[in-house]
């Protein structure tokens, strides 16, 4: 790891790294990568950060229930840094992991990600909002049906909530707008049920109310 380090040069050789040594040789490779990305200098988790990255683009699927089980929780857990950049890097990665092995997250651990990335849709840095819905969007695509529905009908019952701020309004409405193209496939049948639903959580001066979308 240290020519990695302190080389940039290191990262070219990674890539094919990744597909030559010994899956138990990767998943050690991809739990320090994190971990510096997490607790390393600057410098550091820069270079981690775009390793941990090419190593999961090089990755074999056979190797995905591994990488997820290894990576998800430390990912999830720099969520809550204190430094900003570690919580961007860390849903980055995040992103190319559900692109990649989303399929193979539990449905214990999809709620888990959902929890942690729908609180940072409230982030005041638009930097996190940003990240966390295409996160959201990318893990879609994973989703069961159930979970599925409630995060729409979550989305959508904060949307119509009277406490819920024109920004925060846009960011839910930009959310739905990115996981219906990532799993659109899944909202066409059902979408006039959930809306249904929705209604039929809130309170009845909400469910009159319709949504407006903040003009740019």
């Known amino acids: 790891?240290?020519?990695?380090?302190?080389?940039?040069?290191?990262?070219?050789?990674?890539?094919?790294?990744v597909r030559k040594i010994h899956d138990q040789q990767v998943d050690g490779l991809m739990v320090e990568l994190c971990d510096k990305v997490l607790d390393g200098k600057e410098e550091q988790r820069d270079i981690c950060s775009i390793g941990l990255k090419s190593a999961i683009l090089e990755l074999p699927m056979s190797?995905?229930?591994?990488?997820?089980?290894?990576l998800t929780p430390k990912l999830l857990g720099g969520l809550t840094h204190?430094?900003?950049?570690?919580?961007?890097?860390?849903?980055?990665?995040?992103?190319?992991?559900?692109?990649?092995?989303?399929?193979?997250?539990?449905?214990e651990d999809c709620q888990s990600c959902l929890d942690a990335l729908f609180n940072e849709l409230g982030s005041p840095?638009?930097?996190?909002?940003?990240?966390?819905?295409s996160c959201i969007a990318s893990l879609s695509a994973a989703l069961s049906h159930t979970?599925?529905?409630?995060?729409?009908v979550l989305?959508?019952?904060?949307?119509?909530?009277s406490a819920t701020t024109p920004d925060l309004r846009r960011t839910y409405i930009q959310t739905i707008s990115a996981f219906s193209r990532s799993g659109g496939h899944?909202?066409?049948?059902?979408?006039?049920?959930?809306?249904?639903?929705?209604?039929?959580?809130?309170?009845?001066?909400?469910?009159?109310t319709p949504v407006r979308v903040q003009q740019e």
């Open 1 to 17: 790891m240290e020519p990695l380090e302190n080389d940039h040069r290191g990262l070219r050789s990674l890539s094919p790294l």
């Open 63 to 70: 190797t995905g229930s591994v990488a997820v089980r290894k």
């Open 82 to 107: 204190s430094t900003l950049e570690v919580k961007l890097e860390c849903m980055d990665i995040l992103n190319d992991l559900f692109k990649r092995f989303g399929t193979c997250l539990s449905e």
């Open 125 to 133: 840095r638009a930097a996190t909002r940003k990240r966390a819905i």
């Open 147 to 152: 979970l599925l529905n409630q995060l729409v």
């Open 155 to 161: 989305i959508l019952t904060e949307v119509n909530g």
């Open 186 to 208: 899944k909202l066409g049948a059902s979408a006039p049920a959930r809306c249904s639903s929705s209604r039929r959580m809130m309170p009845a001066h909400m469910a009159r």
